[in-house]
């Protein structure tokens, strides 16, 4: 059984920086991409940053110069740097994984839990 448990979120003022933690655990043989999707009030689930394993990272236009997304392949680690945060980026933060288990051929996409970003003005 595969789980990605996420750390990190809160209430911070505009301006400010917070980061993101998700770490996948059980028995897996290979994470490969890992991402951070988003989720305000009302709104669709989207995109923020996507890393691969080899290290190749694409961001969302509405976040590129803000945040950074990083991971620790060693500790099947990701992470997401926020800074110079704004109102709008208030949203449930989900991390999302492609892992390869023993039980599984192909890569299985795994989601966090969620934690609350929430940017006061």
């Known amino acids: 059984q595969v789980q990605l448990v996420e750390s990190g979120g809160g209430l911070v003022q505009a301006g400010g920086s917070l980061r993101l933690s998700c770490a996948a655990s059980?028995?897996?043989?290979?994470?490969?991409?890992m991402a951070w999707y988003r989720q305000a009030p009302g709104k669709q689930r989207e995109l923020v940053a996507t890393?691969?394993?080899?290290?190749?990272?694409d961001y969302a236009d509405s976040v590129k110069g803000r945040f950074t997304i990083s991971r620790d392949n060693t500790a099947n680690t990701v992470y997401l740097q926020m800074s110079s945060l704004k109102p709008e980026d208030t949203a449930v933060y989900y991390c999302?994984?492609?892992?390869?288990?023993?039980?599984?051929?192909?890569?299985?996409?795994?989601w966090g839990q969620g934690t609350q970003v929430t940017v006061s003005s």
């Open positions: 890393m691969r394993n080899g290290g190749r990272a």
């Open positions: 999302a994984a492609d892992i390869k288990t023993p039980s599984s051929y192909f890569d299985v996409r795994y």
């Open positions: 059980g028995t897996i043989i290979i994470v490969n991409t």
